[in-house]
């Protein structure tokens, strides 16, 4: 398949996946309002400018934890049971196609997300501007992609969606301890050790 009719096919698949979300709109709107209710909770009990703006921008990381670890392998481990991917196979179409188009639907997802998060911390929260915009918006998209990285991992080791669905629980419950516990100062040293070794609390420390 010659790189321009790769990009027509993907360009379709995207559309076609944008729609079937849209018509289930409970992960998007998830994915888009989550954090930035979240920062409204609990930013505003931050009197410290310092503190608040930290907080929020460490919020960042909920909408990549949201595709990444539910979103997207759910998805990618549906199509499976469904066959469709098999069914692929004897189509000039490949499924890789599907895989790459589902998390550009989910980064654009994930980004408008932590857009709003940022416009609601400026206007609402009044937290001070990132003093290096670029290097968050960076660590936000690597964010992103590890995250669907992981997402993928999961989807290649679980076969089935239920038990995707009680992995991906329990996983992004841990990730969102330590995103509100053990980036705590108060947190005991065992529980900020164990937060050491997971992703979201790398990504808290680029984005912050």
Same mark, same amino acid.
Do not use: C, N
């Given at each position: 398949?010659? $790189?321009?009719?790769?990009?027509? @096919?993907?360009?379709? &698949?995207? /559309?076609?996946?944008?729609? +079937?979300?849209?018509?289930?709109?409970?992960?998007? &709107?998830?994915?888009?309002?989550?954090? @930035?209710l979240? !920062? +409204? +909770?609990? =930013? %505003?009990?931050?009197a #410290?400018?310092?503190? $608040?703006? *930290?907080?929020? %921008?460490?919020?960042?990381?909920? /909408?990549?934890?949201?595709?990444?670890?539910?979103?997207?392998?759910?998805? %990618?481990?549906?199509?499976?049971?469904?066959?469709?991917?098999?069914?692929?196979?004897?189509?000039? +179409? @490949?499924?890789?196609?599907?895989?790459?188009?589902? *998390?550009?639907? =989910?980064?654009v997802?994930?980004?408008?997300? =932590?857009?709003?998060?940022?416009i609601?911390?400026?206007?609402?929260?009044?937290?001070?501007?990132?003093?290096q915009?670029l290097?968050v918006?960076? !660590?936000?998209?690597?964010?992103?992609? !590890?995250?669907?990285?992981? =997402?993928?991992?999961?989807? /290649?080791? &679980?076969?089935?969606?239920?038990?995707?669905?009680? !992995?991906?629980?329990?996983?992004?419950?841990?990730?969102m301890f *330590?995103?509100?516990? *053990? /980036? @705590?100062? #108060?947190?005991?040293?065992t529980v900020?050790?164990?937060?050491?070794?997971?992703?979201?609390?790398?990504?808290?420390?680029l984005?912050?």
């Open positions: 398949m010659s $790189a321009k009719r790769l990009m027509r @096919s993907l360009t379709k &698949i995207v /559309s076609v996946e944008w729609k +079937l979300m849209l018509r289930e709109p409970i992960g998007f &709107i998830f994915i888009l309002l989550f954090p @930035s979240m !920062a +409204l +909770l609990l =930013g %505003l009990q931050q #410290d400018q310092q503190v $608040a703006t *930290a907080r929020v %921008l460490s919020f960042l990381g909920i /909408s990549p934890m949201v595709f990444g670890l539910m979103g997207f392998p759910i998805t %990618l481990v549906t199509y499976r049971e469904r066959g469709m991917l098999r069914r692929l196979r004897v189509t000039p +179409l @490949s499924p890789l196609l599907y895989l790459v188009a589902q *998390a550009l639907v =989910g980064t997802m994930v980004v408008l997300g =932590g857009l709003l998060l940022v609601v911390g400026l206007t609402m929260l009044r937290i001070a501007p990132p003093v915009p290097g918006a960076v !660590a936000f998209l690597l964010g992103t992609l !590890a995250f669907i990285a992981i =997402g993928s991992f999961l989807s /290649s080791i &679980i076969t089935t969606v239920r038990g995707l669905q009680v !992995a991906s629980t329990i996983l992004f419950g841990g990730m *330590a995103l509100f516990v *053990a /980036s @705590s100062p #108060d947190a005991s040293p900020q050790t164990i937060a050491k070794w997971l992703p979201i609390e790398h990504m808290m420390r984005v912050t």
